[in-house]
């Protein structure tokens, strides 16, 4: 499967952002979805996630509130809308996806075979 992230741009502290991530070569209705993201010199981190064709959804502590992560099978696209965004989320946005992941694993960006070329969030204080 081949994923695509877009949404990205420049914001001001306290504004919104939607990312989306479309899917081609395959139906993605039933992997696990997620979005993670990196700032300069730090590691991946987990964002969100929806697990397999259930639709729970599970976010870091930080963006809770915030971010909500959603999907429309229909279009094999799904999104991460970030709202009050701080100077803290300013990252590259990845999207992944993955086939029968266990749900203790979601978190971790090595479950994922399947990533988006990132896109870029900047939030300006």
Request: glycine content about 10%.
């Amino acid at each position: 499967v081949q994923l695509q992230a877009s949404g990205g741009g420049l914001v001001q502290a306290g504004g919104s952002l939607r990312l989306s991530c479309a899917a081609s070569g395959r139906t993605i209705s039933s992997d696990t979805r997620a979005w993670f993201r990196q700032a300069p010199g730090k590691e991946r981190e987990f964002v969100a996630a929806i697990f397999r064709s259930g639709g729970n959804t599970y976010y870091r502590d930080s963006v809770k509130g915030r971010f909500t992560i959603s999907r429309d099978n229909a279009k094999n696209t799904f999104y991460l809308q970030m709202d009050s965004l701080t100077s803290e989320d300013t990252a590259t946005y990845y999207c992944a996806a993955g086939q029968r992941l266990i749900l203790s694993t979601i978190r971790s960006p090595q479950a994922y075979p399947s990533w988006g070329q990132g896109t870029q969030v900047t939030v300006s204080s």
